[in-house]
């Protein structure tokens, strides 16, 4: 009976005690997104200074050294703050603070993190603490180091775990080789909102998705009894450091043998704890300060119309308009599963619209199909600057692109917000480090700031960190696709940008504003998809209905077996009847794309290459413009298949999948 009493005081409260706090709470379902701090009176621990507060309903403290170290670094506490202290007084007595949150009925679940991210803003930006943490889990402690951790591994100078659960299959669940606590298992799922099948199929235990802590490289230590049958080492401890490593990051265990080892082999004595400490001190000091968030965003006018949706825990829709960039993973799933656990009672429909090659063109004349036709859009995120420069648009064309996408999308939601987003690329980079700011952010800023709208600049910040030597292109970021490390750095940034909107604008009611007046009189606000059934005089073009290449080259997710207007021979012609300022035409561009001539209201003749630097090897999506300053009206385009064709073209191909108006 008492190592049944100890075990439970060690891994978790009584259910009944965990319960009424929960019910107090508020659930995990029903979590503040902002959290009031209280002082209450400061009392000493082991001898030091101890400040205590409570956030929310949740007592906290920290603990100040005699004499600090300059940048002031810090260890954080998760569970069993009094339990090994050898450690925590040692740094003490070097100049650290320690740190600790009671959310201990929690299980590391959103919930308990939202309630840490508040902590660490309130010591970071409050109490001038270190913005890099050592964080110290004891037992049930590493669900909430791993859970915090992997979701701000940039925030992390490293990790010590002194026999970490690190599974919840293995405790509480009792589902592997330990035989777990059946009353904290149920309430774990309680607290989860979890059914017993949907716990053991949980995918973000501590042992899981550990990349981005290892991209970061951050330093891990556990310190395992040999025998632990209460948090079997198979079952926790030894996957984890086979997957980090495995991943590349750097991780210690240390398996204790001398001394007793009591609590079911459990419980173990720390050998030694001044070279424990010393390790992290070593990884925390001196403070290495990174350039913060805050210095490559601007909020202008915020997201408060998007918070009051949000907060009303209702249904949001959130929509990703960019290219390759958030077609791939990484940032763009961090960002949704933020704002599902920022606003647990919001029922959030996300928007998918990356599609690799396209920029601020082709998301002109495909908002409305691809994002505004799904219904209300609370907030969109917008990304265009590397495909525009890759691709090679001129500015004007861009700038009335991008007037248009915001016209648009406002016109179908005056209450939609928006943010622009820059990311980089090696010519932006080349760019900042000759002194010049290069010409897509600059039309990015300049119609970000027309509207009002948060922006966002990770080029500049890329570069800037790149310059102080905060991490590698070669070996951490690796490509304009970024690696797991940029992923996570983009998540990071963006999410200090929405944390700064949201914080700052709660409780402000929403604002219609009438839209300026256009920078751009002629900018694609009516931006359409024009169906190729409505080309006329078809001469040796025909609709294929489900084309797809008959060679082994690549093709883009919904530009294959779609149907596609063709010609492939030189003199093939047709006319199209259209009505708007603008005409263009969405393309597949491959090894035997062709040259077009051309002419509006036969107007005078011009010729346009189809063959792009990717034809070799892709069937790119290719949008092209034929004229985006015409009067308004009627107007017929015609179009014929020229005699010329580029050197590297193995034909005289044309595949038309949409004609572009405005």
Request: glycine share 8%; net charge neutral; aromatic share 12%.
């Amino acid at each position: 009976m008492i190592k049944t009493l100890l075990i439970t005081l060690l891994l978790g409260f009584t259910a009944g005690i965990a319960s009424a706090q929960n019910h107090e709470n508020g659930g995990a379902g029903n979590a503040p997104a902002v959290y009031t701090i209280q002082h209450t009176a400061n009392d000493s621990w082991k001898g030091f200074e101890r400040v205590n507060i409570i956030i929310g309903t949740h007592k906290a403290y920290f603990v100040n050294p005699k004499k600090p170290l300059e940048g002031n670094p810090w260890i954080w506490r998760a569970s069993f703050p009094d339990w090994h202290t050898d450690i925590d007084s040692i740094l003490l007595t070097k100049g650290f603070r320690v740190a600790f949150v009671n959310v201990d009925d929690q299980y590391g679940s959103p919930y308990a993190l939202q309630v840490w991210d508040a902590f660490y803003k309130y010591l970071t930006t409050k109490q001038s603490f270190a913005t890099k943490v050592a964080l110290e889990g004891v037992s049930r402690g590493g669900l909430y180091v791993y859970g915090w951790a992997k979701r701000n591994p940039d925030k992390i100078s490293c990790i010590y775990n002194e026999a970490p659960v690190c599974n919840i299959k293995s405790w509480p669940g009792g589902k592997l080789s330990a035989p777990g606590d059946a009353g904290l298992w149920k309430q774990l799922q309680q607290v989860y909102h979890f059914t017993e099948q949907q716990a053991l199929d949980y995918k973000d235990n501590p042992i899981d998705n550990l990349d981005g802590l290892a991209a970061f490289k951050v330093p891990v230590m556990h310190i395992i009894g040999i025998n632990d049958q209460v948090v079997p080492n198979a079952d926790n401890t030894n996957i984890l450091a086979q997957r980090y490593t495995a991943l590349g990051g750097p991780m210690m265990v240390y398996p204790v043998t001398a001394g007793p080892q009591e609590l079911n082999g459990h419980h173990f004595p720390i050998e030694h704890p001044e070279q424990w400490a010393d390790l992290i001190i070593g990884y925390n000091y001196p403070v290495k300060k990174a350039l913060p968030y805050v210095d490559y965003f601007t909020t202008r006018n915020g997201l408060t119309n998007s918070l009051n949706v949000f907060n009303a825990g209702q249904k949001a829709t959130v929509a990703f308009l960019g290219g390759s960039i958030t077609y791939n993973p990484g940032w763009r799933e961090k960002i949704s599963r933020y704002l599902t656990e920022r606003f647990p009672s919001t029922n959030f429909h996300f928007i998918q619209a990356g599609i690799p090659s396209l920029g601020s063109v082709p998301h002109a004349f495909r908002l409305q199909r691809d994002v505004l036709d799904s219904g209300k859009v609370d907030l969109m995120f917008v990304e265009a600057a590397v495909n525009d420069n890759v691709n090679g648009l001129d500015s004007l064309t861009e700038v009335r692109a991008l007037e248009g996408i915001v016209r648009h999308a406002k016109k179908t939601n005056p209450l939609m917000d928006i943010v622009v987003m820059s990311f980089v690329d090696p010519d932006k980079i080349r760019d900042y480090n000759n002194g010049k700011t290069p010409l897509q952010i600059k039309n990015h800023e300049l119609v970000a700031g027309h509207y009002g709208l948060p922006s966002i600049n990770l080029a500049k910040e890329v570069t800037d960190k790149l310059n102080k030597h905060e991490f590698s292109w070669q070996y951490d970021f690796k490509d304009l696709h970024p690696a797991i490390y940029g992923q996570e750095l983009y998540f990071a940034s963006i999410k200090s940008l929405l944390n700064a909107c949201f914080d700052d604008q709660q409780n402000k009611a929403s604002k219609l504003s009438a839209l300026p007046k256009p920078l751009n009189n002629l900018n694609l606000n009516n931006g359409r998809y024009y169906n190729i059934q409505n080309a006329k005089n078809l001469n040796g073009w025909a609709i294929n209905p489900d084309w797809a290449p008959d060679n082994n080259l690549a093709t883009r997710e919904g530009f294959v077996h779609k149907p596609m207007l063709i010609a492939t021979k030189s003199g093939s012609s047709l006319t199209l009847p259209f009505t708007g300022t603008a005409i263009g035409m969405a393309i597949v561009s491959g090894p035997d794309a062709g040259i077009i001539s051309y002419s509006i209201d036969g107007g005078p003749k011009k010729k346009m290459d189809l063959y792009t630097q990717f034809s070799s090897w892709i069937y790119l999506p290719w949008y092209v413009t034929f004229s985006t300053d015409l009067k308004k009206g009627s107007h017929t385009l015609n179009l014929k298949i020229d005699t010329d064709k580029n050197a590297n073209s193995k034909g005289n191909a044309c595949q038309v999948v949409y004609f572009l108006t405005n």
